[in-house]
């Protein structure tokens, strides 16, 4: 059992008011009777007749004061499109800050953004933003709180900046927005404009500081008539010319270096009336990716990396489970199970390589084929389906002379699919998930190596509880079911998921003759939505036999975990502080120990402490910086680690920024390796090998973004890592549910640590071992370099250079920088061109 006490404290912004759809008048749209040009200049006479809205109110930093700056908003259409036109006044325009940035860059700017919820169903949308120098960001909304901006629809923004303020004009097609077919709309709208020479945050309705609740607040749009659902249909084929260039061993039969890999794609997407959509694309590449950083993991917990590349990117939303209803959510030691995580589809071949002096072998699986359906049906319901192939890989191999072929990697088919139904009322919400992996094992030798069938249903929902949905319970549960042959299930009950093999473990217990494996996992939570007083409770099980990973992701299993939470915010602006809250909580896991497969160890208490602070972002240069601590008892684990990072804005198309880490962490008992010897009765016939570690590590982030104009762009990224850890005198385990250990070199044992040999009993009878020299010095350089051209709405040129290169030296735990440094840069790197050219033909 882990128990602990956290006490949380943050600061920010403002105050009061009250909004209601009711009390706001609609918002009108009037019929174009001209063509409309896309300039930034409102010199249409559409843009003198219409209405305007000007009735905004601030959010931040007087909540529900007037707008200081008088806004302009007005909005026509015709028989293809929603157009916005707006004039944002500013008494001082010399104020104005017009950056700008490549596509959904997240700029500190003056901006203008426009919502639409056209479902009306107050759970979801889009939003539309463009900044003063014409930077356009957009994206979707759902669970009527949350955004979500991998989503690229195909739209005009332009924006001008005179001598009264800025104005925009945007052009949004029907054919980016899904909506039913209607003899008159009546759509959910709401505008948001950042002044941010004042940091003012000004709505047309804002969510209160108090509530929850946004998409549910809009206003109507009126006067939308006559116009049709269009039939969505776009084709984006693309040719790819890649050139490797990578370090080769001499007499590397199968690589002298280079390689040049030409290949064809296309992506199409097809709309299935007015709600759904179908989105595919054949032979995909993502090389214009940002490549993800090197990390140093010395822990039996996988490394997490998100999801970068833009088909699984794109509506990601549609497959969340377990996350609707309540806006805040809270874990200690927990970590929500992923029943889909896409990076699972075409991962890094899983097999086996057989013995080599050279090999050939895939980096990654190649995805034959995806497609996905997304959209509406019926009254409330919401679906996502998601089916992806995979190739069948083999590598190619030279062993003593001889080469031959060995199958890596098994064809395989991922599978999704969520349903979710919202009350028309927004009250409640319920919904089912369901995945699925099988692999084509057959008769071959990854057999026994890879689960052949895997498969998880799910289901989550929500209610509101009182008349002002104060009050959201929450919850989920999952089944899982892993098949495979007794080899491979056996080998997945003491994987480090699992560790049935846990020799003091009552409740779970290894079965060499199963075939499948199931579990159970779920969490029920009950949240308060809105006042001053702050309230969240929750507790979660997963069972030993969970698990979804092979369409998923999971941190544990075995474990029962509980926490309440309860805190106050004042929302009243005072001398020093916007806004502040204090919380506390209190939580508890039950079988959490840390260990690996053996004996429980005592998991000793610790606290944990962060700071930060940073320098006004809307400045040339603004600095962050941050401390981060923990410390647990007996001195058993201590760490610190410092961040931050400095960007410059020398223009206001350029940015540059560097944000370093450095950490230093002391491991009382980092876990080496396990060794059997019947004689070690106390820890059941096994001798478990910890020794203290000291872990330093220097890590950054360099960036370098260039945009010439909103559709071209230069970036520049590179991480360099440093990491080393030095080993003190190791020891095992001296019994077991305890943090007692056993030094070698004293008690009458051995130890030489220049060898790594150790002898538990000297002369006695117990069986020498060896643990090498597990000290190390590892260093890595990662980097790419992409020119992006949108030279046409949805079509895309890319030019990417990605270099990546590291060394490492066992048996070395200083850490010395210039040292590193020195050997990194003569280490050799391998490095990649690429030229992507897709265009983007689309009705």
């Known amino acids: 059992m882990h128990c602990a006490f956290a006490m949380l404290l943050t600061m920010a912004g403002a105050s009061q008011a009250v909004q209601t759809v009711e009390s706001l008048p609609d918002v009108p749209a009037v019929r174009l009777t001209q063509p409309v040009v896309v300039d ?10 219409a209405p305007p809205v000007t009735a905004f109110v601030q959010r931040e930093p007087n909540e529900g004061a007037a707008a200081t700056e008088k806004t302009e908003v007005r909005i026509a259409y015709d028989d293809e499109a929603l157009y916005i036109g707006a004039r944002m006044l500013d008494s001082k325009p010399a104020g104005i800050v017009a950056r700008l940035g490549r596509r959904d860059a997240s700029l500190t700017a003056d901006e203008l953004t426009f919502y639409v919820d056209p479902y009306h169903d107050g759970r979801g949308g889009y939003y539309f933003a463009v900044n003063a120098a014409g930077t356009m960001r957009d994206g979707v909304l759902y669970n009527d709180d949350w955004n979500d901006d991998s989503w690229d629809g195909i739209w005009e923004g332009r924006a001008r900046v005179d001598a009264t303020g800025w104005t925009v004009e945007l052009r949004i097609p029907y054919s980016q927005l899904r909506f039913r077919r209607e003899e008159s709309y009546r759509w959910g709208v709401n505008f948001r404009r950042y002044i941010c020479s004042k940091k003012e945050e000004d709505y047309l309705v804002f969510t209160p500081k108090k509530a929850s609740g946004f998409v549910s607040r809009f206003p109507h749009l009126s006067g939308l008539v006559g116009i049709t659902p269009p039939r969505r249909i776009a084709l984006t084929p693309y040719t790819i010319g890649k050139a490797e260039f990578t370090g080769h061993d001499a007499g590397d039969p199968f690589n002298d270096g280079s390689r040049l890999r030409p290949a064809l794609g296309a992506d199409f997407k097809v709309g299935l009336g007015s709600n759904l959509t179908v989105d595919g694309t054949v032979n995909p590449d993502f ?45 200690f030691n927990w970590g929500n199970p992923q029943l889909f995580y896409s990076r699972r589809i075409g991962r890094a071949p899983e097999g086996s390589v057989p013995d080599h002096d050279f090999a050939d072998a895939p980096a990654g699986t190649r995805i ?20 992806a192939v995979t190739a069948s890989e083999t590598g190619d191999f030279q062993f003593a002379g001889q080469r031959f072929r060995a199958q890596v990697e098994p064809a ?21 998930v369901a995945t699925g992996v099988v692999r084509s094992l057959g008769g071959s030798r990854l057999r026994d190596e890879l689960d052949e069938r895997a498969f998880a249903l799910g289901l989550d929902g929500w209610q509101f509880l009182g008349a002002n949905k104060t009050w959201v319970v929450t919850g989920w549960t999952a089944l899982s079911n892993v098949e495979g042959s007794a080899a491979r299930i056996t080998d997945l ?45 929750a507790v979660g099980f997963i069972d030993p036999g969970f698990d979804v990973s092979n369409a998923g992701f999971q941190w544990r299993t075995d474990v029962v975990n509980m926490h309440a939470w309860t805190g106050y915010r004042w929302t009243r602006p005072g001398r020093f502080t916007r806004e502040a809250d204090v919380g506390f909580a209190y939580f508890q896991s039950y079988d ?83 060794f059997d010897d019947p004689l070690a009765t106390a820890t059941y016939g096994h001798r478990y ?97 992409v020119l992006r051209w949108e030279f046409r709405p949805g079509s895309t040129a890319y030019a990417v250079w990605t270099q990546s290169r590291s060394d490492k030296e066992d048996g070395m735990g200083e850490f010395a920088f210039h040292h590193s440094v020195s050997r990194l840069f003569s280490a050799r790197g391998d490095n990649i061109f690429l030229v992507k050219v897709a265009y983007s033909w689309h009705r």
């Open 412 to 432: 395989a088919n991922y599978f999704v699919g969520r349903a979710l139904h919202e009350s028309a009322d927004t009250r409640r919400g319920l919904g089912i």
């Open 368 to 387: 034959i084929t995806a497609g996905k359906l997304t959209g509406k049906v019926g009254h409330g319901w919401s679906v996502g389906v998601l089916d």
């Open 287 to 331: 090389g214009q990716v940002e490549v993800d950083p090197a990390v140093v993991n010395l822990s039996d917990v996988e490394t997490f990396f998100p999801e970068k590349r833009p088909f699984f990117v794109e509506g990601a939303n549609n497959f969340r489970f377990g996350q609707g209803g309540a806006t805040n959510w809270w874990g």
């Open 40 to 49: 930034g200049v409102l010199d249409e006479e559409v843009w003198e007749k």
């Open 592 to 674: 959490f120990g840390g260990n690996r497969g053996g004996p429980l160890t005592r998991n000793p208490r610790g606290v944990e402490w962060e700071g930060d602070v940073r320098t006004d972002d809307r400045k040339m240069v603004d600095v962050r910086f941050g401390v981060h601590g923990t410390d647990y008892a007996l001195r058993s684990e201590h760490g610190r680690w410092l961040f931050g990072g400095i960007t410059f804005r020398p223009r206001s198309n350029l940015l540059v920024s560097f944000e370093p880490e450095m950490s230093w962490i002391h491991n009382g008992a980092q876990y080496l390796d396990t």
């Open 689 to 785: 090998v910890f020794a203290p570690l000291d872990q330093t590590q220097f890590a950054a982030g360099v960036r370098l973004n260039w945009t010439f104009t909103p559709r071209l762009s230069l970036e520049l990224y590179a991480q360099p890592l440093v990491s080393s850890g030095d080993y003190a005198a190791p020891g095992e385990l001296a019994r077991p549910r305890s943090y007692a250990f056993r030094t070698y070199g004293a008690d009458g044992s051995t130890f030489d640590p220049k060898t790594g040999d150790v002898d538990p009993d000297g002369p006695g009878p117990a069986p020498a071992f060896n643990i090498g020299t597990p000290d190390f010095n590892f260093k890595s350089l990662r980097g790419n370099l």
């Open 493 to 537: 009950q003491k994987d480090a998921l699992h560790y049935f093999q846990r020799p003091d473990a009552t409740h779970v217990s290894l079965d060499p003759a199963r075939t499948a494996l199931s579990g159970l996992a779920g969490r029920a939570t009950v949240n308060k939505e809105k006042g001053n007083v702050l309230f969240n409770a």
